[in-house]
């Protein structure tokens, strides 16, 4: 199943890297690795432009250590973002595919902000997953890191598909004991999105300008950036083609039902 799925951010390379570049950004920190696809595109921007990445990941794939290991330009953390972001200065950006529940990511958004704030440096944030199935639903890679009230109930063996809130056993999207998912889709400090959402409405009451743009192919892509900022516009007209597009959201889909439906196929045959 996972040969089949898209899900990397390196399919928004043109709309990340292009961002980068228009807000004239130098040093980076990323926020999940996995294999090191994005890691490498960050990687090579970075160099080329004469800047730094940062990248945070407490447990990334043998295939990123590897690289890694033979790119000692770049900076891996092997440590929770939560606890590895408060010791980092000087980011231009932030690339954050790490842990998609509401706790992590509004914590993540309000660290980087906060030293974005510190180091005199407009927020520009990139965020993956904003849309089905992490948008309004809690994933857990490792739930015992979330303080229990801010915890949904979850499973690692239950799955979930389309238009159900809820769950199925064993069936449907699921991390086959790699993440957890919450039980129930929706409601107050549930998912990624919401996160996000609640971050912005509590940068309004500060009245502090933010502009949001919501791409919604491969799992969805947020980009959070300072309306103030000098390169606002030249972000905006990369990232405002995307925002909400219709027919982008479509293909979505269609694409998530496709694979659905070939997880569907597969769960029976193996039954």
Excluded at 45 to 53: E, K, M, R
Excluded at 68 to 86: D, F, G, Q, W, Y
Excluded at 167 to 172: A, H
């Amino acid at each position: 199943m996972t040969n089949l799925l898209i899900h990397s951010m390196t399919e928004f390379s043109d709309i990340i890297l292009g961002s980068l570049h228009a807000a004239g950004v130098h040093h980076i920190a990323e926020v999940g690795a996995e294999f090191g696809g994005t890691s490498q595109q960050l990687a090579a921007y970075a160099q080329a432009t004469g800047g730094s990445l940062t990248s945070i990941d407490p447990a990334p794939k043998r295939e990123f250590i590897d690289w890694v290991n033979a790119t000692p330009a770049v900076r891996h953390i092997p440590a929770p973002s939560l606890e590895a972001m408060p010791g980092l200065c000087d980011i231009d950006a932030w690339v954050i595919d790490g842990d998609h529940n509401y706790y992590t990511v509004f914590n993540e958004l309000r660290i980087a902000d906060e030293l974005s704030k510190r180091d005199g440096k407009p927020l520009l944030a990139f965020l993956h997953d904003v849309s089905w199935p992490c948008g309004r639903r809690d994933f857990y890679y490792a739930p015992d890191r979330i303080p229990p009230e801010w915890r949904h109930p979850h499973s690692f063996d239950a799955g979930v598909t389309l238009g159900n809130k809820g769950t199925l056993p064993g069936r449907g999207f699921r991390g086959a004991g790699q993440f957890a998912v919450a039980l129930h889709e929706g409601g107050p400090r549930n998912g990624v999105l919401t996160a996000v959402e609640d971050f912005i409405d509590g940068a309004r009451s500060e009245e502090r300008p933010l502009a949001f743009a919501n791409v919604p192919a491969v799992f969805g892509l947020g980009i959070l950036f300072d309306a103030s900022a000098p390169w606002a516009g030249k972000v905006a007209n990369i990232v405002q083609p995307y925002h909400n597009n219709e027919l982008v959201a479509s293909l979505e889909l269609n694409r998530l039902r496709n694979y659905l439906a070939v997880i569907e196929w597969q769960d029976r045959e193996a039954a």
